[in-house]
């Protein structure tokens, strides 16, 4: 039998076909696709690290790898707040095109969950990953792998290191931040609506326009990552964004808005001369759009290349 000729090894089919899973994972750990990838490769060294006879021991190599992915990011969590506190500007979740949505197998086979749990599409919106910022590491990976990955506390609690009562705590806590930050969903037709009402009131430069609608408290924050420019501090009130904005188109010739899906909601692309220069996710509530966030830090717009 030629090499050609020999049949796949079930085992590495079984383990690889966990990658995309793990990347899912591991996104909404991090919140970003570029460390969650680092991620996923280093699990993978640590699998093959180990003496075949060893892997053969593991009864679950799917759950091996969730473990060490989990844990991997719960060490890269401990010392994100660090690194946050250098970076330039405000600080967001890497924005990822629509066809990043990933789907586990696993929480698709679980059927029905209570209701407070959120599914894998509300967990990749942008006001959510924002959410998961505020949360101690703890409280994120329990939160994540037990309400979003419908992994039992018991299972939790061996990858966090502690009880599982201790960790059903910790996901209670985080899943009281994100009812307290939580509207309303509007339709995704009406969401597409206003976004693109914006986007045309925006290219108008028509500042009523953009104050009509946006919600008079209106948040826009601005990711650049010291790297391009991006407003340092959050703008807040309707009426500044507007300005902010309409400002920003008198500036930025040559500039082309595109609708897209980000992170599985209605969004814009800033493209210029063919190339990705800003990613915009919205929040809208009641009618009107609350939160911007402008990612233009150029390290964070790679998966936008190629989409």
Not at 45 to 58: N, Q, S
Not at 183 to 190: F, H, L, V
Not at 277 to 297: C, E, L, Q, S, T
Request: glycine share 8%; aromatic share 6%; net charge negative.
């Amino acid at each position: 039998m030629s090499r050609q000729d020999e049949p796949l090894d079930p085992t590495l089919s079984a383990i690889m076909s966990e990658r995309r899973q793990l990347i899912s994972l591991a996104y909404r750990l991090l919140g970003s696709l570029a460390d969650a990838e680092d991620v996923v490769q280093e699990t993978y060294a640590r699998w093959y690290a180990m003496a075949p006879e060893r892997r053969e021991e593991i009864e679950t190599p799917g759950a091996w790898l969730t473990t060490v992915a989990s844990r991997i990011c719960l060490d890269l969590l401990g010392s994100a707040r660090a690194r946050r506190e250098r970076y330039v500007g405000e600080w967001l979740p890497e924005p990822v095109p629509g066809p990043a949505e990933l789907v586990s197998g696993r929480a698709a086979a679980i059927g029905a969950d209570p209701a407070d749990r959120v599914t894998l599409d509300e967990s990749i919106n942008m006001a959510f990953l924002v959410v998961l910022e505020s949360m101690t590491p703890a409280e994120r990976v329990a939160f994540v792998l037990h309400d979003v990955f419908r992994y039992s506390f018991a299972e939790v609690a061996k990858i966090v290191g502690r009880t599982p009562a201790g960790c059903r705590q910790l996901a209670s806590s985080a899943r009281r931040r994100i009812q307290a930050s939580q509207a309303p969903a509007t339709p995704p037709a009406e969401r597409a609506g206003i976004v693109r009402d914006f986007r045309q009131a925006w290219e108008a430069q028509d500042i009523q326009a953009l104050i009509d609608i946006l919600d008079p408290d209106a948040i826009a924050v601005g990711d650049g990552g010291g790297l391009v420019t991006a407003a340092i501090e959050p703008i807040v009130g309707g009426e500044r964004v507007a300005r902010y904005f309409a400002d920003l188109a008198g500036r930025a010739t040559g500039m082309r808005l595109l609708e897209r899906t980000v992170n599985g909601q209605p969004g814009l692309v800033g493209e210029v001369d063919g190339a990705v220069g800003v990613v915009i996710a919205f929040d809208v509530v009641d009618g009107r759009i609350k939160h911007i966030w402008a990612v233009r830090n150029p390290e964070k717009l790679r998966p936008w290349s190629a989409s």
